[in-house]
C-alpha cells in the first residue's frame, strides 16, 4: 500500500478544513450544557464530540496518529466493524489511538467530512487529515491501510507475526507441502501480492521439483549437457536448495543468452520462479535480474 498523502483518496475531493471546527470549538464548549459520556474503551480507544475534538484529534495527532470511526449506534457496520478497528487499536501498543464519533450526536462533524454512508474511516496526522475509505475492509487490508498511515506519519511499529503465515510455514516444515501451498494461496487470495506468501508459495514448488532427486547426480547430468534445458533448471534448484542461489541465477542467465524460442521463455519462466524463493529484498536477486534484463534485450 501506498502513503496515504501520496494516493488518490476522498480528500481529493476538496480540502477538509479541521482548522474551521478548531477555531468554534470553545463556543461550542460554552453551549454544552453536561460533558459527553467517554467510552471506557482504553486510553486509546475514546469517544470524541465536537467540543472535545480540538483536544482529541487534532492536538492528540501531532504527537500519534489518530484514526477516526464515524459510526451510527444501532447500525449493522457499526456493530461489526468497529470492535475490529478497536481490537487492532489495542493490539497497536499505543502507537495510535482510534477516536469514535457518534454521527446522530455530531452532526457538524459528519458535514465536516462529507458523511454520505458508514462505514466511515479517516486517518489524522499532523492535524490534517491524510486518507480515508468508505467501506468495510476485511481485516487483511485494515491492517495494510493503518501501517501505512503509521508509515506516512514517521511511526516505527513491530509488526507480530502473522498467525496465517505461521501456520503455512509450520505445514512446510511438516512437509505437508499441499497444507503449505494451500496455506499460501488462501493469504494472497486475501491479500494479493503479499511477497512473504509468493515466497513460500515459491519455496513449496521448488521443493515438489527436488524431491526424490540426486543432487550430485543432476549437478553433473547438467554440467555433461549445457544445451539440456531441462537438465540445467533442476541443476538450478539444488542450487537454489543448498545455498548457491548465485550460480543458479547466473547458470539460467547464461542458458537465456545462448537458448531460443519457446525453450528461452520456459528458462525466463524457471528463473523469475526463483528470484520469488528469495524475495524481492535479496541484493543478489537484484543483481541478476539486471543481468536478466541484459540478456534478454
Request: aromatic share 6%; glycine share 6%.
Amino acid at each position: 500500500m501506498t502513503d496515504p498523502r501520496q494516493s488518490q483518496s476522498i480528500f481529493t475531493r476538496g480540502a477538509v478544513d479541521l482548522g474551521a471546527l478548531a477555531r468554534s470549538n470553545a463556543a461550542a464548549a460554552q453551549r454544552a450544557t453536561t460533558p459527553a459520556p467517554a467510552a471506557a474503551a482504553g486510553a486509546n480507544v475514546f469517544d470524541v464530540t465536537e467540543a472535545s475534538f480540538q483536544d482529541d484529534v487534532i492536538q492528540r495527532s501531532l504527537t500519534m496518529p489518530v484514526v477516526l470511526d464515524f459510526y451510527v449506534e444501532m447500525s449493522a457496520p457499526h456493530q461489526q466493524f468497529s470492535p475490529l478497528l478497536a481490537q487492532l487499536a489495542a493490539e497497536g501498543g499505543g502507537a495510535w489511538a482510534l477516536a469514535r464519533v457518534d454521527i446522530e450526536a455530531n452532526p457538524r462533524l459528519a458535514q465536516m467530512f462529507r458523511i454520505q454512508n458508514i462505514p466511515f474511516v479517516v486517518a489524522v496526522v499532523g492535524g490534517q487529515p491524510v486518507d480515508a475509505f468508505n467501506q468495510m475492509l476485511p481485516e487483511p487490508q485494515l491492517r495494510q491501510w493503518i501501517d501505512a498511515v503509521l508509515k506516512a506519519a514517521g511511526v516505527e511499529v513491530e509488526q507480530p507475526e502473522d498467525p496465517r503465515l505461521l501456520a503455512a510455514d509450520d505445514a512446510m516444515a511438516d512437509g505437508d507441502l499441499d497444507a503449505a501451498e494451500a496455506a499460501y494461496r488462501k493469504i494472497l487470495d486475501e491479500t494479493p501480492a503479499d511477497a512473504v506468501a509468493e515466497s513460500g508459495l515459491a519455496q513449496v514448488g521448488l521443493l515438489r521439483r527436488v524431491d526424490g532427486v540426486d543432487f550430485a547426480g543432476a549437478l553433473s547430468a547438467a554440467q555433461a549437457a549445457p544445451a539440456d534445458v531441462p537438465a540445467q533448471l533442476l541443476a538450478a534448484d539444488v542450487e537454489v536448495l543448498t545455498g548457491e542461489a548465485d550460480k543458479a541465477y547466473t547458470r539460467l542467465v547464461d542458458l537465456i543468452r545462448r537458448t531460443p524460442g519457446d525453450e528461452r521463455e520456459t528458462v525466463r519462466k524457471h528463473l523469475v520462479s526463483l528470484f520469488a524463493v528469495a524475495g524481492p529484498d535479496d541484493p543478489a536477486v537484484a543483481k541478476a535480474r539486471r543481468a536478466l534484463a541484459s540478456a534478454l534485450f
